[in-house]
């Protein structure tokens, strides 16, 4: 969990230079509270199975999130005599995640890899709260050695889905 709070006042004097800014309309007294909470659970489990030149790694696993954000913001003159004051304001926002990897290798030189996540969000609407996101890779290795320089080559190709969880609100 993180969690971060912050609050505070911001004084500009009537008799500022910016004071006299229709804007201001006599100097500025403003108060201020943030609130932010990022929660997250995550769980899965993991197999390994090696037989001859077959090897499988296959992880499975649940994520959930939740972040909440609360915003108050008290906007007067130091006169007293104009109120901004803005409603606060509060937003709470979920995501939950099934996922999946399988890793496959032949040997010690070529490697296989398979995944798929689906997310679902509260951050959209009805119609477009869930997504999946499948990725596959293969790779070969041409060189692995214990020297200090250079010990490992490896090429790898992937492609795979990405997803885009932030909204304009």
Known sequence: ????????????????????????????NNSYLNERQNTLLEFYLNYNKKVKKHGIDLMGGYSWQRF????????????????????????????????TRLNYTYGEKFLFTFSLRNDHTSRFGPNARSGYFPAAAVAYKFRETDEKYLNSVKLRL????????????
């Open 1 to 28: 969990m993180d969690y971060s709070k912050g609050q505070g006042t911001i004084i500009i004097p009537n008799t500022s230079a910016i004071a006299f800014d229709d804007l201001l309309g006599g100097g500025l």
């Open 68 to 99: 909440y954000q609360f915003n108050r913001d008290l906007r007067n003159n130091t006169g007293g005599t104009k109120d901004e004051s803005r409603p606060d304001k509060s937003k709470e926002l979920y995501l939950l995640s099934f996922f």
């Open 158 to 169: 992937g492609v795979g889905v990405t997803g885009q969880g932030e909204s304009k609100t």
